[in-house]
């Protein structure tokens, strides 16, 4: 069984930057595609950042926009998330997921669609 393993997740003030990676192993079948999603205390787990890792199409939530990059390395089974000019709001646990489906279907941002999760890196921006 695969599993997808997060990290660079911290304390920053609000402006700074951070990469979140997510390390997927042991998966014996191709995924195709993965996100980047968070979660508050007391909020639903919203959808950030999905990236079809065929074609390495991208889409973003309207809050992260311009502001955060999904990003793979495929030989190193590695997806990232560029996290620059954070804001309080960004503060969250955020996690990596990913399906075997061919397509989300165009529910790329919702948590259901997605079958495999990590652990969550957690993420702290201050004012």
């Known amino acids: 069984q695969g599993q997808l393993v997060e990290s660079g997740g911290g304390s920053v003030q609000a402006g700074g930057s951070l990469r979140l990676s997510c390390a997927a192993s042991g998966y014996t079948y191709p995924i195709y595609y993965m996100g980047w999603f968070r979660q508050a205390p007391g909020k639903e787990r919203e959808g950030v950042a999905v990236i079809y890792t065929d074609t390495g199409s991208t889409y973003y939530a309207d809050s992260v926009k311009g502001r955060f990059t999904i990003s793979q390395d495929k030989a190193k089974n590695t997806l990232y998330l560029q996290m620059n000019d954070l804001k309080p709001e960004d503060t969250a646990m955020y996690y990596c997921?990913?399906?075997?489906?061919?397509?989300?279907?165009?529910?790329?941002?919702?948590?259901?669609?997605?079958?495999?999760w990590g652990q969550g890196t957690q993420v702290t921006v201050s004012s």
């Open positions: 997921a990913a399906d075997w489906r061919t397509t989300c279907g165009g529910a790329c941002f919702t948590p259901g669609r997605y079958n495999y």
